[in-house]
């Protein structure tokens, strides 16, 4: 892997495709296992200058990090990219108990043996931004601080009521969390100031991003910092948003890539677990543009087994052999959400992300579908295990509504190998993107 730019762990599949979008769509060609590959596997890829893993930390435990992560990193390590980076989403969504992005840090600064971890989570190409420290999100047209969200003040799973994101942290890891505001990083001595900074830092340094003048100035601290002999960061795909600049002014990369529209399909099927408010206008959407929609009782599939697999299956199937693209949903927007009887069962939540896979990989076999979409992040983490799939490529991007791009995946079961599969964030798409999908086309 000579030449390696960036190796990566992505705590989400859909988080782990946002990052392989925003690199393949600049010029540097990037695969994405589901796994460490064997070295026959990794070989298939050694054009590509940029490695990513997709992981599901971000709905699990510490105890999970500390048996999981370690080894990931060491791979990872071992690849001797020129950057290491733990990649998080960018509503930095997360808990001491669930998704602990601070315990993830603890692990890959001690696996890489570095005092201090620079973090880039703003990323103004997803409408996410930090200012001094505080993370903002769009929502509808509007900027909201995190944890007064509409959405994700009010997660399901890890409810972000801290905008502050050292306050965030220290909840998660006693490192110390310093950080370089906006007046550090664009004040004529900023290099002086992060290196002050950096040098009293035994633990993480935070850089503020606000828009793409100040994520450009970030990437360019970030790897002045990094120089230091380290190579690990965390962080949102801002991280390599903001690289991307900085390698293109050191000639390490060339022109963007363009991709053609891959034309529509006649039948696509849709599986959901997600209850954001933004999901459910894209799945009514979708019914207004000719999907059939079929409500899937989460509680039954988790709880009633092969029956009610059996039973939203030959739905889906009977959809399909009418020549309709199909929408399997387990809820339609926040007031359906039936999380708080889902997690009275203990690890419910990650069985029926594994069920909804299992539903998706059955239609593909059953009708030969060519192309397939999975909503909802933590879904999509462990749905996307039962389609037997060894890596992802970037097909489509998405540059209107980034991190949500259509990819080509590769395995060696027949029925998905080469099955063109999106993976969308609750947050992430216009209303028509179901359609958008369907119809393989960037706009």
């Known amino acids: 892997m000579d030449g390696l730019l960036v190796s990566y762990y ?37 054009h590509c200058r940029a490695i990513g893993i997709a992981g599901t930390s971000r709905s699990e435990a510490p105890e999970w990090m500390q048996q999981h992560l370690a080894p990931a990193f060491d791979w990872l390590k071992s690849l001797d990219a020129a950057i290491c980076h733990y ?20 692990i890959g600064r001690k696996t890489f043996g570095q005092s201090v971890v620079p973090v880039i989570v703003g990323a103004p190409q997803l409408k996410r931004y930090t200012a001094f420290g505080n993370l903002f999100a769009a929502y509808r ?14 997660h399901p799973v890890t409810p972000m009521d801290e905008a502050d994101l050292a306050l965030h942290l220290s909840k998660q890891t006693s490192l110390p969390v310093l950080l370089a505001d906006l007046v550090a990083i664009t004040a004529a001595d900023a290099d002086q100031r992060i290196d002050a ?27 002045r910092v990094l120089r230091r002999s380290a190579s690990f960061v965390a962080g949102s795909s801002g991280v ?42 894209q799945i009514r959407t979708a019914v207004e543009n000719g ?20 039973a939203a299956v030959e739905a889906g199937i009977g959809k399909l052999k009418e020549g309709k693209s199909v929408i399997l949903y387990t809820a339609l927007g926040p007031s359906a959400d039936r ?20 539903i998706l990989c059955r239609l593909i076999e059953a009708e030969g579908l060519s192309r397939a979409v999975v909503a909802g992040g933590d879904t999509s983490s462990h749905a996307l295990r039962q389609l037997k799939i060894d ?4 097909l489509l991007p998405l540059p209107q509504t980034p991190g949500s791009p259509l990819c080509l995946a590769h395995g060696d079961y027949p029925p998905t190998n080469g099955l063109q599969i999106a993976l969308k964030g609750g947050q992430v798409g216009t209303d028509g993107y179901f359609a958008q999908i369907r119809d393989g086309r960037k706009s």
């Open 391 to 394: 890596a992802l490529t970037t």
């Open 240 to 281: 390599e948003y903001a690289l991307l600049s900085a390698w293109r002014q050191a000639g390490l990369i060339g022109a963007c890539t363009e991709f053609p529209d891959v034309g529509p399909v006649n039948r696509l099927a849709v599986v959901s677990g997600s209850v954001s408010p933004t999901t459910e206008r």
């Open 87 to 106: 990649k998080v989403c960018s509503t930095f969504d997360s808990s001491p108990e669930i998704g602990s992005i601070g315990k993830a840090i603890e």
């Open 197 to 223: 900074l950096a040098s009293s830092s035994e633990g993480i340094l935070l850089l503020d991003v606000d828009s793409e003048a100040t994520q450009a100035t970030a990437g360019r601290q970030m790897l």
């Open 291 to 310: 999907f059939e929609s079929i409500a899937l009782d989460p509680l039954a599939l988790i709880s009633n087994g092969e029956g009610a697999v059996d």
């Open 339 to 358: 999380g708080a009887d889902i997690d009275r069962l203990p690890g419910a939540r990650h069985r029926l992300g594994s069920v909804l896979g299992t």
């Open 141 to 154: 047209g509007r900027v909201f601080r995190i944890d007064r969200h509409p959405v994700m003040s009010r």
């Open 10 to 46: 992505g705590d989400d599949f859909t988080g782990s495709t946002d990052v392989m979008e925003a690199l393949a769509s600049n010029g540097v060609e990037t695969a994405l296992f589901l796994d460490i590959p064997t070295p026959e596997l990794l070989a298939r890829f050694k």
